[in-house]
């Protein structure tokens, strides 16, 4: 009787150890990495354009490798589960394999290249799918992960019933020690003695060890100096309570980068949303001009007298080349956001780009009577992209043409400022800008529609595009200015050596 108490208590904890804690510990990781998935399926439709990106190659791991491997674990460890737990886990098994599996590879399969991020209809498909939690791969992920934590809910239930029962077993030792120590006298005394102090008290250290890590205390650890069951069975105990500690920190770490994922998916859409609105704003001014022109050109055009023709001609010619700049700028833009924006460094004389870019605005300048300035040295040498350097030589000339006061005049020189970096200044007699706005001209998140007291509207998206472009070729951008006293844009390039 007494060989049958301390076998039934060691065979039950035991199972608890060896069996219901490693597959609650699978089940919870489990748990995880299928949230972990519900995140990163939402980041492939609104954050990821990029075909490797980090969250898209985390989504195939998890996919191909972690999850399969969790659930193979699992069917391994199930062989000592009743009947009915094996077939929860089956279950489990057939709804990640035919449902989500297949929603979210759904998803994946809309969004494969860069390209599909820019066919509206293809994007649109995919949001319906991620975007609420009612949508199908959101109620399929948050249907297997509440079944997954009901089932481990279920295994702490069968593990605390082991304890349970293992306690009981406990107690009946105890009566059946103190039975024979009646009975038997001081040798049977004697033994008893023996039995507490390597089994008794072993086992107390393990309930009260138990005990703790029920509260959530998991720094327990128990000391048994035993080479037998009871020490096999405290090994096991402490290996345990390493695997909820290391599994609680992992928890504890994977709940950081999901908030770090929600502020930047949610700084993602505000980033998108002001991007909208530039587009939307740039593009209605051109337009409203172009159906006013051809509104009055069509509704009766043998009345219009051959300087209203030229005027509207030059209005169009405006709108168009203002409209050609902004797609330029947009498409340049959109590079930069994707990665796709290849950047060829070379030794370039930047005299001769200031020259053809004012060129290009002569017309506007002439229009208003402002005077264009190349004093930008002919030797000065830069180590840059010309294609970079064109665009924020005209983003920078055609700004400061728009803001400058008729009869005015804009000037654009040179100057070494170490043995490293030239300054190139490009400046304005023009209506300035007020000092609360100078610190909203480069970002994308604030409101500049409206620079100083001017006239002239705009979204500021030419001074965001030129600062990326500066800062991507090694160099700085800044702006000085004073309201009724124009302007002065510095950036800073390598020299070519």
């Not at 704003?281 to 009345?303: C, M, Q, R, V, Y």
Request: hydrophobic content about 40%; proline content about 2%.
């Amino acid at each position: 009787m007494l060989y049958f108490a301390l076998n039934n208590s060691y065979i039950l904890l035991k199972s608890m150890a060896d069996v219901y804690s490693p597959s609650s510990v699978l089940l919870q990781k489990l748990s995880y990495k299928v949230s972990e998935t519900k995140m990163l399926i939402k980041n492939w439709v609104f954050v990821s354009p990029q075909t490797d990106s980090p969250d898209k190659i985390r989504l195939k791991q998890l996919q191909e490798s972690d999850i399969p491997e969790i659930l193979s674990q699992l069917q391994i460890l199930s062989v000592d589960w009743d009947e009915n737990e094996q077939q929860v886990l089956q279950h489990l098994i057939f709804h990640y394999d035919n449902i989500l599996l297949p929603a979210q590879n759904e998803v994946m399969s809309l969004l494969t290249t860069f390209d599909d991020y820019n066919n509206a209809m293809l994007v649109f498909t995919a949001q319906s799918l991620v975007e609420d939690e009612n949508d199908p791969v959101m109620t399929a992920t948050n249907g297997l992960i509440s079944e997954i934590n009901e089932f481990v809910f279920q295994l702490s239930g069968k593990t605390e019933e082991v304890k349970n029962q293992a306690k009981k077993s406990m107690d009946a030792y105890k009566l059946l020690i103190i039975f024979i120590a009646v009975a038997i006298g001081i040798g049977t005394l004697l033994l008893a003695s023996f039995i507490s102090r390597s089994v008794i008290r072993p086992l107390k250290e393990l309930d009260k060890a138990a005990s703790m890590v029920q509260s959530g205390y998991l720094d327990t650890q128990v000391v048994v100096n035993h080479n037998d069951e009871i020490g096999s069975l405290s090994d096991n105990f402490n290996k345990m309570i390493l695997s909820l500690k290391e599994h609680k920190e992992e928890m504890e770490e994977f709940n950081q980068l999901l908030l770090k994922s929600q502020k930047r998916l949610k700084e993602s859409n505000q980033t998108k949303d002001k991007f909208f609105n530039i587009i939307a704003h740039d593009l209605k001014g051109p337009f409203t001009s172009f159906l006013a022109i051809t509104e009055i050109l069509s509704n009766d055009p043998e009345s219009i007298t051959e300087d209203q023709k030229t005027h509207f001609l030059k209005s169009l010619n405006n709108s168009a080349v203002y409209l050609e700049s902004l797609l330029e700028n947009l498409l340049q833009w959109a590079r930069t956001q994707s990665g796709t924006l290849e950047v060829n460094l070379r030794c370039v004389k930047v005299h001769g780009m200031v020259k053809q870019n004012l060129k290009i605005i002569l017309a506007n300048a002439q229009n208003s009577k402002i005077r264009l300035i190349n004093d930008v040295d002919e030797d000065a040498m830069v180590l840059a992209d010309s294609n970079l350097v064109n665009t924020i030589l005209r983003n920078l000339l055609s700004n400061a043409v728009k803001f400058s006061k008729p009869g005015g005049q804009v000037k654009l020189s040179s100057r070494k400022v170490d043995a490293k970096y030239l300054e190139f200044s490009v400046s304005d007699s023009g209506i300035g800008i007020a000092e609360d706005d100078l610190p909203k001209l480069f970002r994308i998140d604030s409101n500049t529609k409206t620079i100083g007291e001017s006239t002239e509207k705009g979204t500021g998206f030419g001074l965001i595009l030129s600062k990326d472009f500066v800062e991507k070729l090694g160099g700085k951008i800044t702006v000085e200015s004073e309201l009724g006293k124009g302007s002065v844009f510095r950036f800073t390039l390598p020299i070519c050596t």
